[in-house]
């Protein structure tokens, strides 16, 4: 945190360097001092704590497969980080610097949100934490100021009932998201949701948090009807976002997309969570 106090926007932070170090190579960034944290113990591994897991910021991809803590509460999380590069970038890359770096199309934006996480920093100037849903201002943009350092991801324990998913469409195993959906949904004995949580990603510059979708689960018994109503209500908030469209994928097919893989992830989610009750 001195060291980063004191080079301010000449320095950075390095991870796992798999963001970090391809925008070096292609001089899109030129820090005058690379501080490497992946030496900090500090930093890294699942822990339990009251009511929620903290997941040090410097917890590779490949470690938290591995947490058998964060696999019992949410088993989903292993389909999804298998899904994310390949094995050396999950050997490598690491929660923090994934969310950090908040690539519109990156995995971890869409999780975190699912996951109702919040993100621990601190730097000189003292201790703060943001939810999820308030972190990511727009592509690779988030509240982290230049002297602030990712310490840990908060993530609230599920209830028993509980179920989540993760799709992803990629032209290829291993590759970025043309359009993601991560859902986390909790039900009451009586099969209605107490919670939803939904993470879209890859659509638009930024993840979304899609509310108003979550609104029209709450409290109802998520089939037929209400699954269609909440994948359509996605794709209408998400639409109002500035949306993605290159070359893997125009704005229009993203959100068709989204709206089937939100309604797939929606319908596995809550099938897990009906198995974990019973
Ligand atoms: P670094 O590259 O070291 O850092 C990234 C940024 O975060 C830097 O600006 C750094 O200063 C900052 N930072 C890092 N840690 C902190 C901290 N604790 N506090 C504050 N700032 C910090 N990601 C996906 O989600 N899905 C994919 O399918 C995917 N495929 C990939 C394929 C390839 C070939 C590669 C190279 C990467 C891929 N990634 C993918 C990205 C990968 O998940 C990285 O792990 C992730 O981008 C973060 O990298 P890192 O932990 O190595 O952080």
């Avoid at 999804?80 to 050997?91: E, F, H, L, T, Y």
């Avoid at 509240?143 to 599920?158: A, K, N, R, S």
């Avoid at 195993?173 to 359009?179: L, Q, S, V």
């Avoid at 994948?231 to 994928?249: H, N, P, Q, T, Y």
């Amino acid at each position: 945190m001195e060291l980063l106090a004191r080079y301010g926007d000449d320095g950075r932070l390095l991870a796992g360097g798999m963001s970090l170090l391809p925008l070096l190579k292609l001089r899109i960034m030129s820090p005058a001092c690379l501080i490497d944290i992946s030496r900090l113990p500090e930093l890294t591994g699942v822990n339990q704590r009251q009511g929620y897991l903290s997941v040090g910021a410097m917890t590779r991809h490949v470690d938290i497969e591995e947490s058998r803590l964060l696999m019992n509460s949410f088993p989903w999380l292993g389909e999804a980080i298998s899904g994310i590069g390949d094995v050396q970038v999950r050997n490598m890359g690491t929660i923090g610097g994934s969310l950090a770096h908040a690539d519109p199309a990156g995995d971890w934006p869409a999780i975190s949100l699912a996951l109702d996480a919040s993100i621990a920093c601190r730097s000189p100037r003292g201790e703060r934490s943001f939810r999820a849903d308030e972190f990511f201002q727009g592509a690779y943009t988030t509240l982290l100021q230049p002297d602030e350092l990712m310490t840990e991801v908060i993530i609230p324990f599920p209830s028993v009932r509980s179920g989540g998913a993760h799709l992803k469409l990629e032209r290829r195993a291993g590759d970025f998201g043309i359009a993601i959906a991560s859902v986390q949904v909790e039900l009451t004995a009586d099969d209605r949701v107490q919670k939803a949580r939904i993470g879209i990603g890859a659509v638009a510059h930024t993840a979304i948090r899609p509310k108003s979708a979550e609104d029209i689960l709450a409290g109802e018994i998520p089939q037929g009807e209400v699954l269609r109503a909440a994948a359509a209500e996605v794709r209408r908030s998400v639409g109002d976002f500035d949306l993605m469209s290159d070359i893997k994928a125009s704005a229009e097919y993203r959100l068709a997309v989204v709206q089937v893989l939100f309604e797939r992830a929606l319908d596995l989610a809550v099938a897990r969570a009906r198995q974990k009750g019973n």
